[in-house]
């Protein structure tokens, strides 16, 4: 029995050690998933204004693509954040097909069409939402209690 007792220990302690002192994955933090909901929100409220002329809108685009910039680099500032940076990246890419891209893309047209306007938010709403998911998955700290 005993002996059983120090097997089962030996294979569980490792265990306990790992998920308490170390995660493969960054811990759970408020101020970036509050930043990346207020972002989606933000992105996908301007979004719905591309359909009007990208001049009367260039100061809210400069100012989401300042906020967008200073998510990632939070993003980026987290140990063990390489995946959320990541993400974040492709989101505010300008050659990607997310609002990087399509802010771009307003700028470069001027306007854009209702059903590509649509279908874009669509697409970037779901982006948002992966991130969300990501950062609202994570260990919070207070679960190491």
């Known amino acids: 029995m005993k002996k059983l007792f120090i097997i089962a220990l030996l294979f569980t302690l490792p265990l306990f050690i790992n998920r308490c002192e170390t995660t493969s994955i960054a811990l759970y933090d408020e101020t970036a998933y509050s ?11 301007l979004i719905e204004k591309s359909t009007e ?28 954040n390489e995946i959320t940076a990541e993400q974040i990246h492709l989101l505010i890419d300008p050659e990607g097909y997310l609002i990087g891209g399509f802010l771009k893309r307003w700028k470069n047209e ?34 190491f209690r």
């Open 35 to 45: 930043q990346i909901v207020s972002l989606k929100v933000d992105s996908l409220s």
């Open 53 to 80: 002329d990208y001049s009367l809108h260039e100061e809210e685009v400069a100012q989401l693509q300042k906020e967008l910039q200073f998510a990632y680099e939070y993003a980026r500032g987290r140990p063990k």
């Open 110 to 143: 001027g306007t854009l069409g209702e059903t590509f306007v649509e279908n874009a938010k669509m697409l970037i709403a779901d982006a948002f939402d992966q991130i969300i998911g990501l950062e609202s998955g994570k260990i919070r700290p207070n679960d």
